[in-house]
Each structure stands twice: as C-alpha cells, then as structure tokens.
C-alpha cells in the first residue's frame, strides 16, 4: 500500500511538471534565431513614448502672422486665408543631435491619413504642414506616426503662451529679448538657455523651445546661438477669431 501510494505521487508531480511545461513558448532553434530580449517598455513618466535615434527635441512655435505677412497668402491658402484666427501654431517638433539634426529618415508610415490630420488642426492648422513635419522630422523620432502626433501635442500642452501673445489686436514693435524673457516668466521652470527667439529681417517668426524626451525644459546652446539678434522686431496682428 505504502509502495503504491509512493508511486501515485510521483505520478502527479511528473504530470504537474508537464502540464507547466506546455504552456511555455518552445524555443527558436532556427540557425541565427533572434534572441529575444525583456527590455523596457520606453514609457517617459507622462506615460508618452520616449523617442529614440537623437538626444533631444526643439519645440518650434511659429507666430502665424508673421509667417502669412512674410509669405504671402499663396504660401499657405488654409493657415492664412480668411479671417486668419492664429496666433502662434506649432510649427513643428524636431529631434535633434548635440550638433546638428537627422531629418527624413526611412520610415513604412509616408502618408498622413486625413483622419490623423484632423486632429491636429487645432495647433497646427495645415495639412501640407503637417505632411512635411512628418516626413522630415517626426520619421526621425524613433516613433509611430501616433505616437509621435501624441508627443508633440503634449510639448505644445507643456509649454504656456504668455497672455499677451495669446491675441494681438494691432501691430507690435518689440524687442525679441522682451519677447523671451515673457516666455521665461509663463513658464517658471524655462531658462533663457533653453529658449530663442528667432526672426527675418522684420518680423518676429518663432519662439524654440528645447526639450528632453520626457519633454522637460533643457539647455540647448546651439540652438540658443541662432536668437534674433535685432533689437526690434514687428508682431502683425491676430484677425479674427
């Protein structure tokens, strides 16, 4: 009895240990088989996805009434024709290296789906825009084209427009430093190394804000050494809106 009773046992544990075993993936025994390694899962604290294949990203906010005045309605027909309601759109979201910057890199994703587009009128109002953003920088990201649309919608969200450049109701002269400075004081944790101003000839055009993967305020001195260097410059005004 004690004999079959030793036996029994030894029967259920060998059968305990293969129904364990079934349920594991068997292994790769291809010749060069890909080694499959736990890695982690890329998430920034926000929850966003950390892009990869540069050191850090440029927030560039461009005022749209400049742009429109500087270009001319022909350049862009649904960002500066009609009522011409925007203030400052994101121009676009750009990886960058140390020194210098990847841009159109090979990626499956080419088209932007109109679905996708829709989404993003509200800060950047032009599909031909939106397209080009992609395919130059955001296919440089290290993201899906989602993941990427997501990202850069936060880095908008994460930096605050100063309240007097929300809406201008006439033409401002000013001062790009004075400009800057407004952006400094929104945003407490923003340092004037981590932001420039940028413009032509006459008007302010841009405001680059440069930023961590986990969108975090950082220094940038290369691209702090292309701030407008004019001690006035021109703000058209926002129309309508």
């Known amino acids: 009895m004690m004999r ?9 544990v060998l059968l305990a240990s293969c129904s364990q075993e079934s349920e594991k993936a068997p292994a790769d025994t291809r010749p060069n088989a890909p080694i499959v390694q736990t ?9 966003l996805p950390l892009g990869t294949g540069f050191d850090f990203y440029v927030l ?3 005022w749209s009434p400049s742009y429109c005045e500087a270009e001319g309605q022909d350049a862009n ?11 400052f759109v994101v121009h676009g979201l750009w990886p960058q290296f140390q020194r210098g910057f990847p841009e159109n890199c090979p990626v499956e994703e080419r088209e932007v789906p109109n679905s996708t587009l829709r989404l993003l009128y509200d800060i950047m109002p ?4 939106i397209r080009h953003q992609w395919r130059k920088h955001g296919s440089c990201s290290g993201l899906s084209q989602d993941d990427y649309f997501a990202v850069l919608r936060a880095a908008r969200e994460s930096v605050a427009i100063p309240a007097r450049f929300r809406h201008l ?5 000013i001062d790009p430093d004075e400009a800057e400075k407004a952006f400094v004081t929104a945003n407490p944790t923003l340092r004037s190394d981590a932001v420039a101003v940028t413009c032509d000839r006459r008007y302010l055009r841009e405001v680059r804000v440069c930023m961590t993967k986990d969108l975090k305020f ?7 050494r292309r701030d ?13 809106g």
């Open 4 to 12: 079959r009773g030793l036996l029994a046992a030894l029967a259920a």
């Open 39 to 47: 890695v982690p899962s890329g998430k920034a604290p926000s929850s």
């Open 60 to 62: 560039s906010l461009s």
């Open 77 to 87: 027909h649904q960002q500066c024709d009609g009522g011409r309601p925007y203030a």
């Open 126 to 129: 032009s599909a031909g825009l």
């Open 169 to 173: 109701d006439g033409y401002v002269t």
């Open 218 to 224: 950082r220094s940038c001195p290369e691209v702090d």
């Open 228 to 240: 407008c260097r004019l001690s006035k410059v021109v703000m058209p005004p926002v129309r309508g």
